[in-house]
């Protein structure tokens, strides 16, 4: 029987590869001018998830919210080994601040019929908000439990966790069902395996068939439900049907998703320059340089 | 993040120009797998589209997995403590990881739960990984152990034995070596005889010490015994299979220049259980010359791998060192020397793909030969095909080996050079990558010994009509006066075969067979850069470069081979005492 393990993972620009077309004028961000790639940390949830899976049994199941493109984020994780994979899409999603965001995942969550243990990366590359773990948390009314780098047990719908605080770490028991947000120094998350990325490059969600089957959008209405009917019940056949939830689907009150769904109002964004107004010399010696780097610790440069 | 294969433009093109429509056609056998595997391909472009997925994830874990651990590997080295061998932390790490990745049955049929890729993809995997670590190579790249038990051993073995290799549960050795069989292997004395009953197809028993055994701490040992007593030349040997365990023994690991994290062990065996693995005494005859060829490439990969690590290396210090007011990269002295490591690279990858695709070629048509019957009327010219592509591999393999594992050392040398005393400090990697590089040219036949299989070749004229077409392939505009040139390598080629031949002293030929094949290897690749050059503009500066160089040295090495002087044969021990 095992465990029901839901993995929350978002698709993000890659911050980390920032050009100078990143910025728009108004300071926002060029999402188009940068890659998208699985969050980080949320890979580091998955491969807690995946190891919970191997040792002690049950099923890991990866839910994102997003365009149709988030579905890439889904096939890499089933190349990874996930079992079950779920696209949360729906035009009336966009726009979310993480109140509409863990909303309609809790939703979502429930509609999986509900887990044992949920993970989530600590935080997103794009947002760094690390709201929605315990926003879900909350959502769902269950335990969380944050900054989690190891499980060291479980039994008896007990988990015996090992948290990250500061200067040191905390041993806890939880009660599952547990939400965990998960930090990128608990593991180095797996490669994908080679037979699996053979398998499920295969993989499409509906929406991405659609703009497969008729990129123009020429085709009437009939024969393209039709084509894609006939798609979809084929890529189902073998497994390589990744389930497509729309509002509808989460019977989620569309009033609390996306932009309606969303208190926070962005007012102004005020780009930081950096410039370079003083500097300071480092003695070559031992005691310069474990000066520079605890002034970078300090300024979290460092670590 | 960094990935070995979508860095390398050179490796992409190599990867994109291969024309693998007749491999993939013969290995695929029209797509009959695929309604019984998830993974096998529908189709040409699916089956490409693997691989290069699979190499971009080779390319992914080798950057970002195992070169952070090579230099800790290096560092702490395969250790033995109390009988057992353990690698470095890191190894253990990457081979776990290269397992969990499904990376360890690279060619093996899916059956057995490999990946059925085809061999020249398999040295590019092989390729990325040694640049990553070389010595991780020794033991991810010896998956043609698994590859000789599905070539030559019964279904029972296979069936045992080859799922546990695809799924890397199991690691092999290729046990030859003895201390007094090395190069030469007719003598290997380790002994093998039948249990009591005598029955051949039972458990033989194996006495006898092997020595510089890579891996040989591994879970399944190919051993070379004589099976007939009395024998004294490979007539008389056979290849067992012998699990780790009962009667084997690691004795000792050695103390090496390089390659840290692969231990070389000392293995007694004392009555050790083993099956013997297809026929007697075919062992050293057919293979062993066919599990060493495919290692010979292997090898070959490795050398090319850590010559891309030490040229990268080289290339970006010259880049920020700055000299005389400049960064050194714009001195001639530097940037000549990065040009010639460059260019050797290119020349060898070539070399190196061209070669993968004939091997695989030439498996593909003898594993289609096999299942035909001799009465089908396509049998005869399958039959022949397979032939030529056997002959071409037969010369190929040995000059890829040849030439990569010599250009590694002058190229890891060189990246030392241009880092100058820095290189020579522990600080950089050049330093690991110049002694990892050195065993290349030694292991899996030494340099020497692949003259000989090489020189056999060409003298034969197994190779004129390969060289004739060379030679009379036409060339537009601005490559026009390479083709020339390179019809003047092969031009001096044939000058020197022919002087040798009419001179008909063995110990003439073999005093000037490495400079032979040194001209018949740089006409290969010199041809193989033109042909690359047609399709892609940079390649005509890199042609040029080689082709100029080659001609020269061809010059050369022919002028010493024509010259018939006989004072080094006749005077060498006047030579050798000094004066």
């Known amino acids: 029987m095992g465990y029901k393990i839901v993995v929350c993972a978002k698709q993000v620009p890659d911050t980390r590869e920032i050009s100078g077309d990143a910025m728009k004028a108004d300071g926002t961000l060029n999402r188009s001018a940068l890659p998208a790639i699985f969050n980080p940390e949320d890979k580091n949830a998955l491969e807690m998830a995946l190891e919970l899976r191997d040792r002690y049994g049950g099923k890991v199941t990866v839910i994102t919210m997003g365009p149709p493109r988030a579905a890439e984020i889904l096939r890499e994780s089933l190349e990874m080994g996930a079992d079950d994979v779920v696209l949360l899409t729906d035009r009336g999603f966009a726009v979310a601040d993480t109140l509409a965001t863990s909303y309609t995942i809790g939703r979502a969550v429930e509609r999986t019929g509900g887990a044992d243990i949920i993970l989530c990366g600590r935080q997103a590359i794009d947002g760094d908000t690390a709201q929605i773990g315990p926003q879900l948390a909350g959502r769902l009314g269950i335990g969380q439990a944050t900054y989690v780098t190891e499980v060291l047990d479980l039994a008896d719908r007990t988990a015996r966790v090992k948290r990250m605080i500061q200067g040191g770490f905390e041993v806890l028991e939880c009660r599952l069902p547990l939400l965990m947000t998960v930090p990128d120094q608990a593991n180095e998350p797996r490669p994908p395996r080679a037979k699996l990325i053979m398998k499920y490059k295969r993989a499409r969600a509906p929406w991405e068939l659609a703009s497969q089957v008729d990129p123009d959008g020429g085709l009437p209405e009939d024969d393209l439900a039709r084509k894609l009917g006939e798609i979809e019940y084929a890529l189902a056949q073998k497994d390589l049907l990744i389930h497509e939830w729309d509002g509808q689907a989460i019977a989620a009150d569309m009033e609390r998703t996306g932009y309606d769904g969303s208190p926070t109002r962005v007012m102004k964004i005020e780009p930081a320059v950096l410039k370079k107004t003083e500097h300071k010399r480092v003695e070559p010696t031992e005691q310069g340089l474990a000066e520079l780097i605890h002034e970078l610790a300090e300024d979290h440069v460092l670590g | ?579």
């Not at chain 2, 253990?92 to 899916?110: K, S, V, Y």
């Not at chain 2, 039948?194 to 194996?206: F, H, K, M, V």
């Open chain 2, 1 to 579: 993040m960094p990935n070995f294969f979508e860095d390398n433009e050179d490796l992409k093109f190599n990867f994109d120009r291969l024309d693998l429509r007749k491999i993939i056609d013969l290995k695929e056998n029209e797509f009959a797998e695929a309604d019984d595997y998830d993974y096998a391909p529908h189709d040409h472009e699916d089956a490409r589209d693997n691989y290069r997925r699979v190499l971009s994830l080779v390319g992914d874990l080798s950057a970002n997995f195992i070169e952070p651990r090579a230099e800790d590997v290096d560092l702490e080295e395969a250790r033995y403590e109390n009988g057992e061998v353990h690698y470095p932390r890191g190894t253990a790490e990457a081979l776990g990881r290269l397992a969990d990745a499904d990376l360890m049955g690279f060619t093996l049929p899916r059956r057995y739960g490999g990946l059925n890729m085809p061999t020249v993809t398999y040295a590019m995997a092989i390729e990325m990984v040694s640049r990553a670590d070389a010595a991780l190579m020794t033991i991810f790249g010896l998956q043609d152990i698994a590859e000789t038990i599905h070539d030559f051993a019964d279904d029972a073995l296979k069936d045992a034995y080859l799922p546990q290799f695809a799924e890397g549960s199991v690691t092999g050795a290729m046990v030859l070596t003895e201390p007094d069989a090395g190069s030469d292997l007719q003598a290997v004395a380790t002994s093998a005889q039948p249990e009591e009953n005598g029955d051949e197809a039972g458990t033989w028993r194996i006495n006898g010490v092997k020595r510089f055994i890579t891996n040989g701490c591994g879970d399944v040992l190919l051993v070379l015994a004589r099976s007939e007593p009395g024998s004294r030349d490979g007539r008389g040997l056979s290849l067992f299979l012998v699990e780790k365990g009962e009667g084997v023994r690691v004795r000792r690991i050695e103390e090496k220049l390089g390659i840290h994290g692969s231990p070389t062990c000392e293995i007694q065996f004392t009555n050790a259980p083993a099956k013997l693995i297809g026929r007697r005494k075919r062992g050293l005859t057919t293979y062993v010359m066919a599990l060493m060829n495919g290692a010979r490439l292997a090898i070959a990969a490795q050398a090319l791998g850590i010559a891309e690590a030490a040229y990268r290396a080289a290339l970006d210090f010259a880049h920020s060192r700055e000299q005389f007011g400049r960064p050194i990269l714009r001195f001639p002295a530097v940037y000549e020397i990065l040009a010639d490591m460059q260019t050797k690279i290119e020349g060898c990858r070539a070399l190196l793909c061209e070669t993968g695709r004939v091997v695989d070629l030439e498996k593909c048509y003898g594993q289609r030969v096999e299942q035909m019957d001799r009465s089908d009327p396509e049998y005869r010219e399958a039959r022949t095909t397979q032939r030529e592509y056997a002959k071409l591999a037969k010369a190929l393999t040995p000059m890829s080996k040849f030439y990569a594992c010599e250009i590694v050392n002058e190229v890891t040398s060189d990246a030392i050079q241009v880092h100058g005393g820095s290189g020579y400090m522990r600080d950089y990697p050049v330093e690991r990558y110049f002694r990892d590089a050195r065993i290349t040219n030694i292991y899996e036949g030494t340099t020497q010994l692949q003259v000989v299989a090489a020189i056999g070749c060409i003298l034969s004229g197994d190779l004129a009509p390969y060289f004739e077409e060379m030679r009379r392939r036409e060339y537009d505009r601005p490559l026009g006066t390479l083709g020339k040139q390179l019809g003047r390598i092969l031009d001096r080629l044939d000058k020197c075969v022919a002087f040798v031949k009419k001179k008909n002293s063995r110990e003439y030929t073999d005093l000037h067979a490495r400079r032979i094949v040194e001209i018949a290897v740089d006409a290969w690749i010199g041809h193989l850069l033109l042909e690359q050059a047609v399709v892609k503009e940079k390649k005509q500066i890199t042609a040029k470069h080689f082709i100029t160089r080659a001609a020269a040295q061809a010059d050369a090495r022919a002028r010493l081979v024509t010259s018939g002087d006989q004072t080094l044969i006749r005077k060498y021990e006047t030579v050798l005492e000094g004066t």
